[in-house]
């Protein structure tokens, strides 16, 4: 298995090559670093060459130091990758040129008009074909929580990672979310039975759901998943459970999506991603 992983020489990506390395094993490793100067004008570029010859020097200072850090780490490393201009475009170049399983990036989280800006790892993460690893603290907790729908149990990548993933001695959650039915707009009173009766069809339904895929887990050899019926908002729902938890890592899927997408309030796998503290596997 082969993965690709990104640093810019800070701790907290460091931290999430060593993170990916406690759930998954035989991987050999590509390091990218860029110099990224894509913000400088093409005649700030053309006057002052010297800008680039200190971005190219700091990015082999950082793909050194980082192959001595992964061989310290026990990380098999294969190949260091050195490029310039964006990060993004970067790593979605790579992408093409190799066949990856995974993508491994840091991320400083982001908050208020940043979120709306976005970031380097919900790009990545957006729009690339290969599923993407992101962290951003260092973890301890050995519970993984896969956020399910009846989407992924066809899934051929979703079984791939079941099978890359190393969950013996893991605690492993099950968690499917319905919506809270928006009631307001219907006039009069509300029959409260009919309310908890369609709670209770949601709740069977979901645990259906989790049921087929303890049955999946139960195949590679996993017998105590902990099954989870959420209901509310799924995205804080799910970054709420996770909390309340101590979840290490939350997988969860995300379909391709376009460049102005970055425009539009974000699906639930980038909800996520802001707010949660546990790392993220964002299954393409």
Same mark, same amino acid.
């Given at each position: 298995m082969k993965v690709l992983f990104c640093t810019d020489g800070s701790k907290i990506s460091y931290g999430a090559v060593v993170n990916f390395s406690k759930w998954f094993n035989n991987f050999n490793t590509d390091i990218l670093t860029v110099a990224d100067w894509s913000c400088l004008s093409d005649n700030l570029l053309s006057e002052y060459s010297i800008i680039q010859n200190k971005c190219a020097n700091n990015a082999d200072s950082i793909l050194n130091y980082t192959q001595e850090f992964l061989l310290n780490n026990d990380i098999n490393f294969n190949q260091k990758i050195k490029s310039c201009g964006s990060v993004v475009d970067?790593? @979605?170049? #790579?992408?093409?040129?190799?066949?990856?399983?995974?993508?491994?990036?840091?991320?400083?989280?982001?908050?208020? @008009?940043? #979120?709306?800006?976005g970031s380097v790892s919900y790009d990545i993460s957006s729009f690339s074909d290969t599923s993407v690893y992101i962290s951003k603290n260092s973890i301890s907790s050995d519970r993984v929580a896969f956020a399910l729908d009846s989407s992924l149990i066809s899934s051929k990548r979703f079984m791939q990672t079941l099978k890359n993933i190393n969950l013996q001695g893991k605690e492993i959650h099950l968690l499917t979310v319905y919506e809270i039915p928006d009631y307001l707009f219907l006039e009069g009173n509300i029959d409260s039975n009919w309310v908890i009766d369609i709670n209770e069809k949601q709740n069977r339904e979901g645990m259906i759901i989790l049921s087929k895929y303890e049955e999946i887990f139960k195949d590679l050899g996993c017998n105590n998943c902990i099954k989870r019926v959420l209901s509310g908002n799924c995205a804080k729902e799910i970054v709420r459970y996770c909390a309340d938890n101590e979840i290490g890592l939350v997988v969860c899927g995300m379909r391709n999506r376009k460049y102005l997408s970055k425009l539009i309030p974000g699906s639930i796998s980038r909800r996520i991603l802001e707010d949660t503290k546990s790392d993220v596997l964002i299954m393409k």
């Open positions: 970067a790593v @979605l170049e #790579k992408e093409k040129e190799e066949d990856y399983s995974y993508i491994i990036v840091g991320s400083n989280g982001k908050k208020g @008009l940043q #979120k709306w800006l």
